[in-house]
T-cell receptor
């Protein structure tokens, strides 16, 4: 069955520190993968997406993600976080011809000043 | 501005009182969908629509109805809400069903059923 797992429910990092949010997927073929961010009281905004080619994907707001087929992972990274990055982050996998997105459980990011 | 709008943004109601959450998009998207978000579960699809008059069930359709009479609108109907439908609801739209097409999300509707 297709699934997405985000092992970390909540992560706290200090402002200026590096960040890595984990995402593992289960899918029978080469997946397409998305990372979305949900700021407090807001809808979901697409940060970046992987659908082929280069396994290192650049996104908005200084985020990047690396697709690793051998590890079934698509981890999100940022070299230096800002207080405004505090939000909930979702990894998602389109399935059934993209009739739906399968989401991970989400990772809530807290930034310490 | 290209956007998906939902109304209301917040709603408190009582068990059994029919309600409708509206969703509208101005991007001429064919595909629209409803999700609910619950803590620890991420977002789960309720219903989706591939075009006008074409709707289908997602993973958690029980207790919900939808309609797609116009391309831009996709209302979510709870005919007899129950407390287990207390959740955060998101409407989304997309220009098509290619796996790489981004889904655009509305701001969410927080529903509480007492």
């Amino acid at each position: 069955a297709q699934s997405v797992t985000q092992p970390d429910i909540h992560i706290t990092v200090s402002e200026g520190a590096s960040l890595e949010l984990r995402c593992n997927y289960s899918y029978g073929a080469t997946p397409y993968l998305f990372w979305y961010v949900q700021s407090p009281g807001q809808g979901l905004q697409l940060l970046l997406k992987y659908f082929s080619g280069d396994t290192l994907v650049q996104g908005i707001k200084g985020f990047e993600a690396e697709f690793k087929r051998s590890q079934s992972s698509f981890n999100l990274r940022k070299p230096s976080v800002h207080w405004s990055d505090a939000a909930e982050y979702f990894c998602a996998l389109p399935v059934q011809g993209a009739q739906k997105l399968v989401f991970g459980q989400g990772t809530r990011l807290t930034i310490n000043p | 501005e290209a956007q998906v709008t939902q109304n209301p943004r917040y709603l408190i109601t009582v068990t059994g009182k029919k309600l409708t959450v509206t969703c509208s998009q101005n991007m001429n998207h064919e595909y629209m969908s409803w999700y609910r978000q619950d803590p620890g579960l991420g977002l789960r699809q309720i219903y989706y629509s591939m075009n006008v008059e074409v709707t289908d069930k997602g993973d958690v359709p029980e207790g919900y109805k939808v309609s797609r009479k116009e391309k831009r609108n996709f209302p979510l109907i709870l005919e007899s809400p129950s407390p287990n439908q207390t959740s955060l609801y998101f409407c989304a739209s997309s220009s098509g069903l290619a796996n790489y097409n981004e889904q655009f999300f509305g701001p969410g509707t927080r529903l509480t059923v007492l």
